[in-house]
């Protein structure tokens, strides 16, 4: 082939680059015919790209084309084709996704596959997967509505072990997604009794030797397999997988932070439709669109579905600041402080190993640092940061960020979260030039300074990103809690890695409120309820906001009233689920609309 000139029996492929931001086909010349979904090595600028192959056909078809380019095709040689590639349904459910979040399906690809399985393709993609896959499942289990499955933790994971063990039964495997590394470790162990052998974790978080390992052998099992994974693993397939389920339905954490901003479980349900698998649902707390599609009668109930949790009890304490005796605003209302010392006077049973027998009682905040927010006092400007503009929190010295790393500073530092900087806190305010900045809210640092100035000889350990920047930290600090006993505060990280505590409370979760989203009452909503799940005997919510009616609905269990009142404000205001929001950005002048 010369000059862009097809020779004899060539064809004309279009291929959906695996790079993010090229959302276009683009076109080649192959002398080869290469089916849909076949993975190539394809030539761009002066390198090459990863690229599915999306449609094939003879030139002689597309001269008319061809000549209108413009411009002389590329060709994909023999050598840059794999043994490897993605079944047709697979595809389908690609490019259904991306047409609904109006994205390029190569960008989608990039997004669900590591990089890694694409070092190897052939191992973990061959295209022998789907040969017989229409004919084996596809026919047999046509029009499968998803299956719903709503509480608590104990009696959810129940319903699981039987699925499971139905589906081997039938010579059928199950993959299971959840949020995490740590959920899925956790997943495993409760899930595994007497299916150990047949029973793959798969995450990235392992060696990256291990993780290819885990994936070949599920794939070559002959028995049917459970294959437990994060996101980094819903391209795995096997022509005996049957069925699919997303446990943690309603976590943040099935949604990309970057291109294209998918949420998986659009994915997995294209998925599960195009094979005709059954898709299974499941959280103490649906999703407010999940429910409003199970009122519809658009979801089938594998289980009664729960519209009241039967968790440990709440109390919601009204914690508006008020000054005690010598002039001083404290977070701890008096509730908290009894409540903290009944939990610590309690012996624990798990943290046999103390010599003084500590109770634990872990407390919650929705802010890292000491302050969440520092404003002016003169003006009211809002300090923020000076190379991307977010709000600033406010450090104790012991914590400095960068990159996920801690070190040591001699003073207090204002730290941003979105981009990592840090700046003196002996600074002034950007807008006014006024010294009298006020640090706002009550960080974890702050709650920590304040259980260790109230109880001093317990030990007070704390529980965020700051402080566990990666699960090995996280686990060493639950060791020590579980083995000493004492606090822990923390963030929405510590209900990854804690299991059921005795006591627990909702420090400050206020400055949620104040989060310009229309999603964030049912956040607060589910936030609460995976407190009081994981708490074995008592809870409190305190807050300024006693008047919320979504803070005592959340304590007391209350989903269905609460689904009701949102669901309707939702409907009046035309928000999700009843409507779209498309951002709409000039890329030239960088204003955006909605």
């Known amino acids: ?248 339905e309603n976590s943040r954490a099935y949604r990309s932070l970057s291109r294209p901003y998918i949420h998986l479980k659009v994915f997995l349900e294209n998925l599960c439709r195009a094979t005709s698998r059954q898709l299974v649902l499941g959280d103490s707390v649906l999703s407010l669109e999940t429910l409003l599609r199970e009122k519809r009668g658009e979801c089938t109930e594998l289980s009664l579905v729960r519209w009241r949790l039967s968790a440990a009890s709440s109390i919601l304490v009204d914690a508006r600041a008020k000054p005690d005796g010598k002039g001083k605003f404290e977070i701890f209302s008096p509730e908290l402080k009894t409540l903290i010392s009944k939990a610590l006077e309690e012996k624990d049973p798990s943290s046999h190993k103390a010599s003084n027998g500590q109770g634990k009682i872990f407390l919650f905040g929705a802010r890292k640092g000491l302050a969440p927010t520092t404003i002016c006092g003169d003006c009211g400007y809002i300090l923020p940061c000076l190379n991307c503009g977010a709000p600033v929190v406010l450090h104790e010295p012991r914590t400095v960020l960068k990159n996920g790393a801690q070190g040591r500073s001699l003073a207090r530092v204002y730290v941003c979260h979105a981009c990592g900087t840090r700046r003196d806190s002996k600074t002034v305010c950007g807008y006014c030039g006024s010294w009298k900045l006020v640090p706002l809210g009550a960080g974890l640092e702050r709650i920590a300074a304040e259980a260790r100035e109230n109880f001093h000889s317990v030990p007070v350990e704390i529980l965020d990103k700051d402080y566990a920047p990666n699960d090995s930290s996280a686990r060493k600090i639950v060791q020590k809690f579980n083995e000493r006993g004492g606090i822990l505060v923390g963030t929405e ?102």
């Open 493 to 594: 990280l510590a209900f990854f890695h804690l299991e059921k505590v005795p006591y627990s409370a909702l420090v400050s979760a206020d400055s949620l409120f104040s989060i310009p989203d229309f999603g964030i009452n049912e956040r607060i909503f589910y936030l609460v309820s995976r407190l009081r799940e994981m708490t074995q005997k008592e809870s409190i919510i305190q807050t300024r906001n006693i008047g919320k009616q979504v803070l005592a609905w959340a304590a007391q269990g209350n989903i269905i009233d609460f689904y009701l009142s949102e669901i309707a404000e939702r409907k009046e205001l035309s928000y999700p689920p009843f409507f779209i929001f498309i951002k709409i950005q000039d890329l030239r002048s960088g204003i955006d609309d909605l």
């Open 1 to 248: 082939m010369s000059d862009g000139k097809p020779a004899a029996k060539t064809y004309l492929v279009e291929v959906m680059p695996l790079a993010k931001g090229h959302g276009e086909m683009l076109s080649y010349f192959s002398s080869m015919r290469l089916p849909t979904g076949t993975l190539v090595r394809a030539p761009l600028k002066k390198g090459f790209v990863f690229a599915v192959v999306g449609n094939c056909r003879s030139t002689a078809s597309a001269k008319s084309e061809i000549r209108r380019a413009g411009f002389s095709l590329r060709k994909i040689a023999k050598r840059d084709v794999y043994e490897a590639g993605f079944t047709p349904e697979f595809l389908s459910a690609v490019k259904n996704t991306s047409l609904y979040y109006a994205s390029g399906a190569g960008a989608l690809f990039f997004s669900l596959l590591p990089k890694m399985l694409l070092e190897e393709p052939e191992k973990f993609f061959p295209k022998s997967i789907g040969k017989t896959y229409g004919r084996a499942i596809g026919l047999a289990y046509a029009g499968k509505e998803p299956l719903l499955l709503q509480m608590e933790d104990e009696e959810r994971f129940g319903q699981y072990r039987a699925m499971v063990r139905q589906c081997f039964a039938r010579r059928k495997s199950v993959m299971f997604v959840i949020p995490t590394h740590a959920d899925a470790v956790k997943a495993a162990l409760r899930l595994s009794r007497g299916i150990g052998p047949y029973v793959y974790v798969f995450t990235l978080k392992t060696k990256t030797s291990e993780t290819k390992r885990i994936w070949k052998q599920a794939l070559d099992e002959e028995h049917p397999v459970l294959f437990i994974t994060t996101a980094a693993g819903v391209a795995f397939d096997r022509w005996d997988l049957d069925t699919i389920i997303i446990e943690r």
